[in-house]
């Protein structure tokens, strides 16, 4: 019992992994989500594979159902990015990072490098949301002052 789940997560990872390498861009998610989707992929493509070509297990049925899974899968990872991550499917967009986040991981924290050190914009704005942190009182005037050298000294 216990060998049959931890083989159906296996698959799951596998046929979700391949779904997310099928669909260009990233796609930030945690590996149970990713294992989901394989599994929910591998249900739907064997159901669809059994349906065409009957329970007869031969090379053929097999690779049907290993194919219709990863189809599948790639079609849960494209409407994952495009209904929550309201992301496009293609064109260059597709290959961003969704908004607040990075390549790092989740949304980048602040003091954090900017991506390109060399682009005014990203210091200015840094130093704008430095100066509301301030006089928030979230952080110090030294911290403020500190933070604010770190950034200039980039440029």
């Given at each position: 019992m216990i060998g049959a789940i931890i083989q159906a997560l296996i698959i799951g990872f596998v046929i979700g992994g391949l779904a997310r390498w099928a669909v260009p861009g990233p796609d930030p998610m945690p590996i149970w989500m990713t294992?989901?989707?394989g599994l929910v992929g591998s249900l739907i493509?064997?159901?669809i594979a059994v349906?065409?070509?009957g329970r007869g297990i031969d090379s053929g049925t097999a690779f049907s159902a290993w194919l219709l899974s990863i189809i599948a899968a790639s079609l849960l990872v494209i409407a994952y990015r495009h209904f929550v991550q309201?992301?496009?499917?293609?064109g260059p967009d597709a290959h961003k990072p969704p908004p607040g986040r990075d390549r790092r991981?989740?949304?980048?924290?602040?003091?954090?490098p900017p991506k390109s050190a060399s682009e005014p914009d990203d210091v200015s704005e840094q130093l704008r949301r430095l100066g509301e942190?301030?006089?928030e009182g979230v952080i110090?005037?030294?911290d403020f002052e500190r933070k604010k050298a770190e950034?200039?000294?980039r440029m």
């Open positions: 294992t989901l989707f493509g064997s159901g349906t065409a070509f309201h992301r496009p499917i293609t991981g989740p949304a980048a924290t602040f003091g954090s942190l301030r006089d110090t005037p030294e950034l200039l000294a």
